[in-house]
């Protein structure tokens, strides 16, 4: 009798160490998304032909040299301009962008030009009141060239210094995608 209590405290003392011992469902962190298409639709806010700054990689990076088109944009003038990402290694191709919008508190794009007459500003916000990027508007002045780049940065601190105004400097978080594009100012 003796034997039967020790063989059964035994046995749930070593059933209660393997219960309490189980680790919890493991945390599968967002996979970074796939981005192999990115267009940036500019319509002039005065009306007249959009358009659109492309770039489509869609062997993704280390493949063969992703297709870059930019663009001439006239000058002293407004554009509302559209992203719209997508994800074509798959059939049908995914919308990125509805991704973004969906966690949109966890998404910023930056636009950086190196031509000083050029301002990108954010047309759209978050929940929070912060930029998203999705929709912004490029206001040119005078004739030049230079180059746009449109930087998507994945859970950055929008309440940083001078992020919210558009400067990565602070804006920490990992980049999903970022695109140069030739702009010509005319």
Do not use: W
């Amino acid at each position: 009798m003796k034997n039967n209590l020790l063989l059964i405290a035994s046995v749930l003392t070593i059933s209660l160490l393997f219960t309490s011992c189980e680790k919890d469902d493991p945390i599968i962190p967002d996979e970074p998304e796939l981005i192999t298409t990115l267009n940036y639709m500019l319509s002039p806010a005065n009306g007249g032909d959009m358009i659109t700054l492309s770039f489509q990689d869609l062997d993704g990076d280390g493949g063969e040299d992703p297709i870059v088109t930019g663009g001439t944009l006239a000058a002293n003038t407004s554009y509302v301009g559209r992203l719209e990402l997508l994800n074509e290694a798959e059939s049908p191709a995914e919308s990125i962008t509805e991704e973004i919008q969906e966690e949109e508190e966890e998404h910023q794009f930056f636009f950086q030009s190196s031509i000083s007459d050029l301002s990108v500003s954010y047309n759209d916000e978050d929940s929070n009141d912060k930029p998203v990027g999705l929709s912004s508007i490029i206001t040119t002045g005078a004739a030049a060239s230079g180059t746009l780049t449109i930087i998507l940065r994945h859970e950055p601190n929008k309440s940083a210094t001078n992020v919210a105004d558009g400067d990565i400097t602070n804006a920490g978080g990992e980049t999903d995608i970022e695109v140069t594009f030739s702009i010509d100012v005319q």
